[in-house]
């Protein structure tokens, strides 16, 4: 058993930690993917946001260095630039609506809150205001602790709410007198707030830019699939900064029809780990009291999700987002904490945790099973020396628990 274990870790080294960078650069490294994944739309002004966006682009650009001659000639280095700027940019431009100049606001700081014991059963999304700028449109309306859950009559949805309420006040949709909706002692209450409109300097670029928000807000997949597309791409111009081979994350050609073959039961294996996972975490949350809670929170938010979109855009576009996470964990991540850590288990447990952490938007106890299939789909990526079976298994258990409850959904809404 021991000589099989240092067997495949060897293995492992000669595969991925080939050219490895500095200690150094991986940590910076591992930062600007980090700040990539959860940093940047976690600021609610714009003035912070700004600024955490400067900073990571030039960070961004000082790893990459697209102007050196590992990126080629004249042309390849300016569509390295291109796709750095747009790694960075592009995500905040359309979570920021700010960032792109004056824009109508209320004037509070948010976050996603949690449904309580006590609130309406109709309730979806629900937003926690943390601060009240002053001067502004929410200054004597809204006050720190109030939890929103419509704008203008309309509930915030239910996946991601805090992207939902700053597109709406930030858009020229609502009028200029509408109502905030807050929950006052378990009740829906109506507060009228007067949001006035912005008249940008360049109308044109303003609604090209509400237009490419507003197919983000109700294609979600869609843009996160497009947002993990240009990371991949920043991603893979750091591998060739490093100089290391694409197949030091594992992007091989060869052995590929056998491994999306293979990834048929991959995908099987991943809802074997998800169920032998959610017995225990079941049992926590039912011993916690927090499980109802989780499970609707987790059912609402997927839900929206596989609301999104046709069918054919929905399945490529879930391709493309576990290929995005496949990449940035497992492919990037795992190998270069490996190398910080001294120890292929331990890479294995960090980077799980950080991976289920990005799925706190689902729950606390979706975060737990979501690290166990991060634990999974590490072991196979490690085991096989590839990560094509893995990302096809990845997008093939996110893509059958999407569209079942997509199916559910509609014929519910059929029958109803």
């Known amino acids: 058993m021991e000589d099989a274990r240092k067997a495949w870790q060897t293995r492992a080294d000669e595969a991925f930690l080939v050219d490895m960078p500095s200690r150094r650069r991986i940590v910076l490294e591992a930062l600007l993917l980090l700040v990539l994944v959860f940093g940047e739309g976690s600021l ?122 700053t597109r709406r006040t930030h858009g020229a949709e609502l009028p200029e007198d509408t109502t905030v ?42 843009a996160a699939a497009v947002r993990g597309a240009l990371i991949i791409g920043l991603l893979l111009l750091l591998l060739r900064a490093d100089g290391q081979p694409l197949a030091a994350v594992g992007i091989v050609r060869k ?21 032998a996972v959610a017995i225990p975490v079941a049992i926590v949350g039912q011993l916690t009291g927090v499980m109802n809670r989780e499970l609707s929170q987790r059912t609402e938010t997927l839900g929206v999700i596989a609301g999104q979109g046709s069918v054919a855009e929905f399945l490529v576009a879930v391709v493309v987002a576990a290929a995005f996470e496949e990449v940035a964990f497992r492919g990037f991540l795992t190998p270069r904490m490996r190398t910080l850590t001294g120890s292929w288990p331990l890479a294995i447990a960090v980077v799980s945790v950080v991976f289920g952490l990005g799925h706190f938007y689902e729950g606390t106890l979706a975060v737990v099973q979501t690290a166990f299939l991060g634990v999974y789909f590490s072991v196979l990526f490690l085991a096989r020396r590839r990560l094509l079976g893995p990302t096809f298994a990845h997008a093939g258990f996110n893509a059958v628990v999407l569209i079942l409850i997509r199916v559910v959904a509609e014929t519910g809404s059929s029958t109803g």
């Open 44 to 165: 609610a002004s714009p003035i912070a946001a700004a600024l955490v966006v400067a900073a990571t682009l030039a960070f961004a650009i000082a790893l990459v260095r697209p102007w050196s001659r590992a990126h080629g000639g004249l042309l390849g280095r300016a569509a390295s630039t291109l796709v750095v700027v747009l790694a960075v940019v592009a995500p905040a431009m359309v979570e920021h609506p700010g960032l792109s100049g004056p824009t109508r606001r209320l004037g509070i700081g948010i976050e996603a809150a949690a449904r309580l014991p006590g609130d309406p059963a109709d309730t979806r999304g629900i937003v926690l205001v943390k601060s009240v700028e002053p001067g502004t449109p929410a200054d004597g309306v809204l006050h720190v602790g109030d939890r929103i859950v419509a704008i203008g009559g309309a509930p915030l949805e239910a996946g991601d709410p805090v992207a939902d309420l």
């Open 181 to 222: 909706t807050v929950l006052v002692d378990g009740a829906p209450r109506d507060l009228p707030v007067r949001l006035p409109k912005v008249h940008a300097a360049h109308p044109g670029f303003g609604r090209g830019l509400v237009a490419v928000r507003d197919f983000s807000a109700r294609h979600l997949v869609v």
């Open 255 to 275: 052995g590929a029809l056998r491994e999306l073959l293979a990834s048929t039961w991959m995908t099987a294996g991943a809802f074997g780990v998800q169920m």
